[in-house]
């Protein structure tokens, strides 16, 4: 079992920044964690992964080049760093763990483990 908890969540304006961090209990029974997000209406959506071993990262269009995803393994902590938030960023944001291979990172299916979220509101 790996238990995780996201913190960081918050509102800001739109062009502001925020660092999203996740806390897990353990990285031995995960290859790889990754952010989500899911806006009211809407799938949820892969924003960023990391794998533990040599972290490679992995972005979702709609992200890249403002967003930035990093690990501590000393800490088992994950962190998304949020830059020029947008208001269509605004959503639930979740971390994940799991053993996902490299094509199916966006996939929600391919994690075992999720934290419980934490708001991010993008205002205009």
């Known amino acids: 079992q790996v238990q995780l908890a996201e913190s960081g969540g918050g509102s800001v304006q739109a062009g502001g920044s925020l660092k999203l961090s996740c806390a897990a209990s353990t990285f031995t029974d995960s290859s790889n964690m990754a952010w989500f997000r899911q806006a009211p209406g809407k799938e949820r959506e892969g924003v960023a992964t990391?794998?533990?071993?040599?972290?490679?990262?992995y972005y979702a269009d709609s992200v890249r080049g403002r967003f930035t995803i990093s690990q501590d393994n000393a800490k088992n902590t994950v962190y998304l760093q949020m830059n020029n938030l947008k208001p269509d960023d605004t959503a639930m944001y979740y971390c994940?763990?799991?053993?996902?291979?490299?094509?199916?990172?966006?996939?929600?299916?391919?994690?075992?483990?999720w934290g419980p979220g934490t708001q991010v509101t993008v205002s205009s």
């Open positions: 994940a763990a799991g053993r996902a291979w490299s094509w199916k990172w966006s996939n929600p299916d391919a994690y075992n483990y």
């Open positions: 990391i794998y533990h071993a040599g972290g490679a990262t």
